[in-house]
């Protein structure tokens, strides 16, 4: 999960839909080309993967969608490459496609279908309502919003526990980039779903992890994306980072690792990715 895309999913919170609804032709007849993972799951789940002719690379669940073509990351999508697959529609959330990207391809005849997303419960079935009504299959949208309110309730069990643990969440590519969520962010939203309260205050977005931030935050728990924990060698390697090894978290090793795009997705697996997180937040 890259950083830039962190930062750019805040944008969107409170943002009114930007929906260009999809022609009278039927979606059978269309190829789709998905710049956003979120959207490429939710076209899965209403019966569209067969459609997709390409997607960028955070499309990555289900795992069938990782054979399909890439694109390359939705910050540095060429108009050269969607426009080899000859889609008929591109979708994904309008943050993805910059306007001289967006000009080239309805220059070239292609139907762009763009959404905002919120970063809430509320938010996650708002955008597959409207995902699955631009792409005529709202019954099977219902279906999905219906699965998302029992996983939901299901881990309203877990999330509520009074104990309410300090996450400290940190993005790492190796030591050489390591940062810590503040405020407002994605990760922030997560740990507050799952019944825990992040460790740091006083900032948003992003900062540069420094020891003297994590000892001042002193965690309960440290949370890592499963790829920036193998970034680090494991475990053994966060140990090594500075200052880990003073804080509540590191004398206790309670380390955990989650997949990126299900952690921050807020997409149809949502209540899965709140009931896994409350589950290892105090196991």
Same mark, same amino acid.
């Given at each position: 999960?890259?950083?830039?895309?962190?930062? &750019?999913?805040?944008?969107?919170?409170?943002? =009114?839909?930007?929906?260009?609804?999809? @022609?009278?032709?039927?979606?059978?007849?269309?190829?789709?080309?998905?710049?956003?993972?979120?959207?490429?799951?939710?076209?899965?789940?209403?019966?569209?993967?067969?459609?997709?002719?390409?997607?960028?690379?955070?499309?990555?669940?289900?795992? @069938?969608?990782?054979?399909?073509? +890439?694109?390359?990351?939705? *910050?540095? $999508?060429?108009?050269?490459?969607?426009?080899?697959?000859?889609?008929?529609?591109?979708?994904?959330?309008? =943050?993805? &496609?910059?306007?001289?990207?967006?000009?080239? &391809?309805? @220059?070239?005849?292609?139907?762009?279908?763009?959404?905002?997303?919120?970063?809430?419960?509320?938010?996650?079935?708002?955008?597959?309502?409207?995902?699955?009504?631009?792409?005529?299959? +709202?019954?099977?949208?219902?279906?999905?919003?219906?699965? $998302?309110?029992?996983? $939901?309730?299901?881990?309203?069990?877990?999330?509520?526990?009074?104990?309410?643990?300090?996450?400290?969440?940190?993005?790492?590519?190796?030591?050489?980039?390591?940062?810590?969520? !503040?405020?407002?962010?994605?990760?922030?939203?997560?740990?507050?779903?799952?019944?825990?309260?992040?460790?740091?205050? !006083?900032?948003?977005?992003? *900062?540069?992890?420094?020891?003297? @931030?994590?000892?001042?935050?002193?965690?309960?728990?440290?949370?890592?994306?499963? =790829?920036?924990?193998?970034?680090?060698? !494991?475990?053994?390697?966060?140990?090594?980072?500075?200052?880990?090894?003073?804080?509540?978290?590191? +004398?206790?090793?309670?380390?955990?690792?989650?997949?990126?795009?299900?952690?921050?997705?807020?997409?149809?697996?949502?209540?899965?990715?709140?009931?896994?997180?409350?589950? +290892?937040?105090?196991?």
């Amino acid at each position: 999960m890259n950083l830039k895309r962190l930062t &750019l999913i805040l944008m969107l919170i409170g943002l =009114s839909p930007a929906i260009s609804p999809v @022609s009278a032709q039927t979606p059978a007849k269309q190829k789709i080309v998905s710049i956003n993972g979120t959207v490429s799951e939710i076209l899965a789940g209403i019966g569209l993967e067969e459609h997709i002719v390409g997607v960028d690379v955070t499309s990555t669940y289900p795992a @069938s969608l990782k054979n399909k073509p +890439k694109i390359g990351h939705n *910050r540095n $999508l060429s108009a050269e490459g969607i426009l080899a697959l000859q889609p008929g529609v591109v979708t994904g959330l309008a =943050s993805d &496609l910059k306007p001289e990207l967006a000009t080239q &391809l309805k @220059s070239a005849g292609v139907k762009l279908v763009l959404f905002n997303q919120e970063l809430t419960p509320a938010g996650t079935k708002k955008l597959i309502r409207e995902v699955s009504n631009a792409f005529g299959n +709202k019954a099977k949208g219902e279906m999905l919003v219906k699965k $998302l309110d029992q996983d $939901l309730a299901a881990a309203a069990k877990f999330s509520n526990a009074a104990a309410k643990p300090k996450v400290l969440f940190i993005y790492a590519r190796g030591t050489g980039t390591m940062m810590v969520a !503040g405020q407002q962010t994605p990760l922030e939203k997560m740990i507050q779903l799952a019944g825990g309260q992040n460790a740091v205050k !006083g900032f948003s977005d992003f *900062r540069p992890l420094t020891p003297e @931030s994590l000892v001042q935050a002193n965690p309960d728990v440290i949370l890592l994306f499963s =790829s920036g924990m193998q970034s680090l060698g !494991g475990p053994s390697g966060l140990l090594d980072v500075q200052g880990i090894n003073q804080t509540k978290a590191g +004398k206790a090793k309670r380390f955990v690792t989650m997949d990126g795009e299900l952690l921050t997705g807020f997409g149809p697996r949502l209540g899965l990715a709140i009931a896994e997180l409350a589950q +290892k937040l105090r196991s």
